[in-house]
Antibody
Framework: QVQLVESGGGVDQPGRSLRLSCAAS????????MHWVRQAPGKGLEWVAVILYDGSNKYYADSVKGRFTISRDNSKNTLYLQMNSLRAEDTAMYYC????????????????WGRGTLVTVSS | EIVLTQSPATLSLSPGERATLSCRASQSVSSYLAWYQQKRGQAPRLLIYDASNRATGIPARFSGSGSGTDFTLTISSLEPEDFAVYYC????????FGPGTKVDIK
C-alpha cells in the first residue's frame, strides 16, 4: 500500500535551517509529482511547493519562495524540503502529499498524505 | 490569489442527519475544486475532486456539486466517523485551501 513517511522536523531558531525528508513506498515514486503542504497549529492548510515526477520543474508558494527548496531522489524514493532562513510563521506540521495524477500533467489534488513532521521555529 | 470561503464555520448535527457544506471562490475556478476530510491528529483525506468525482474508496454518501464560484459537499446521512473538519481546495490558479468547516456532534 502507498506509504509516505516524513522526518526531519524539530525545534529551531529563527534564521536557521532544517531539511525535511519524505520516504515513499508502495507505488512508483518516479512517476508521480509530489507536494509539500503545511498546517500551522490549529489552523488551515497551506500548499508550500511542488516538484514534477522527474524533478524538471519546481514551484513554490510566495510565502516560502527564495527560502525553501524542494528536491527529490528517485533512486531513493525520497522527497526533500530544504528550509532556510526560518521564521516563526513557518511553524507548522509539514505533510508530503502525492499528486492524484501520474506523469507530466499533474493536477494538484492530493490523494495520499504522510502523517506529517512538526517544525517549530522559536527563539 | 483565489480566496476560498467556507460556510458555516461549524455545523452541529446528529448521526443520520444530512450535512450540507458550502465553499465559495473569489473568482471562477471552473470545476477545479476538491474536498478533503481531516480528523483530529490525522492527515487530510481526499474525498471529492473536480467538484463531483469521488476519490477511490470514498463512500457514496459523500457527494459534491457546483461549478464556477459556488460549490457544495453533501453527506447524505452522517455516520459517527464523519464528524471532522472539511476543507475545499482549488487548483485553477495555483493551489489554495478554504478555512474549513467543522462538523461536530449535536
Amino acid at each position: 500500500q502507498v506509504q509516505l513517511v516524513e522526518s526531519g522536523g524539530g525545534v529551531d531558531q529563527p534564521g536557521r535551517s532544517l531539511r525535511l525528508s519524505c520516504a515513499a513506498s508502495g507505488f512508483t515514486f518516479s512517476s508521480y509529482t509530489m507536494h509539500w503542504v503545511r498546517q500551522a497549529p490549529g489552523k488551515g492548510l497551506e500548499w508550500v511547493a511542488v516538484i514534477l515526477y522527474d524533478g524538471s520543474n519546481k514551484y513554490y508558494a510566495d510565502s516560502v519562495k527564495g527560502r525553501f527548496t524542494i528536491s527529490r531522489d528517485n533512486s531513493k524514493n525520497t522527497l526533500y524540503l530544504q528550509m532556510n532562513s526560518l521564521r516563526a510563521e513557518d511553524t507548522a506540521m509539514y505533510y508530503c502529499a502525492r499528486d492524484l495524477q501520474s506523469g507530466y500533467n499533474y493536477i494538484a489534488y492530493f490523494d495520499y498524505w504522510g502523517r506529517g513532521t512538526l517544525v517549530t521555529v522559536s527563539s | 490569489e483565489i480566496v476560498l470561503t467556507q460556510s458555516p464555520a461549524t455545523l452541529s448535527l446528529s448521526p443520520g442527519e444530512r450535512a450540507t457544506l458550502s465553499c465559495r471562490a473569489s473568482q471562477s475556478v471552473s470545476s477545479y475544486l476538491a474536498w478533503y476530510q481531516q480528523k483530529r491528529g490525522q492527515a487530510p483525506r481526499l474525498l471529492i475532486y473536480d467538484a463531483s468525482n469521488r476519490a477511490t474508496g470514498i463512500p457514496a454518501r459523500f457527494s459534491g456539486s457546483g461549478s464556477g464560484t459556488d460549490f457544495t459537499l453533501t453527506i447524505s446521512s452522517l455516520e459517527p466517523e464523519d464528524f471532522a473538519v472539511y476543507y475545499c481546495q482549488q487548483r485553477a490558479n495555483w493551489f489554495t485551501f478554504g478555512p474549513g468547516t467543522k462538523v461536530d456532534i449535536k
